[in-house]
């Protein structure tokens, strides 16, 4: 069984008052935007950016010619 059909079999047991509140809970999870840190279009890998500095303890293009 599918946990969509595990769920929707518990849906069908709830009462009243507990299916209104679920609905409520829903509609404001699915209006609610996702929270990001990032703007729109801004590359979520940037803040990692120098990071690994000095990890290599030279230039970072001069160790791609190296691997080349």
Do not use: C
């Not at 279009?41 to 990692?48: L, S, V």
């Not at 990071?51 to 290599?56: M, Y």
């Amino acid at each position: 069984m599918t946990a969509f059909k595990t769920i929707l079999k518990e849906v069908e047991q709830l009462q009243d008052n507990e299916l209104h509140l679920l609905i409520h809970i829903l509609v404001d999870k699915i209006h609610t935007p996702p929270v990001t840190s990032e703007k729109p279009g801004e590359n979520p890998f940037r803040k990692y950016r120098g990071r690994a500095k000095g990890v290599w303890n030279q230039d970072a293009q001069a160790y791609v010619n190296e691997l080349r």
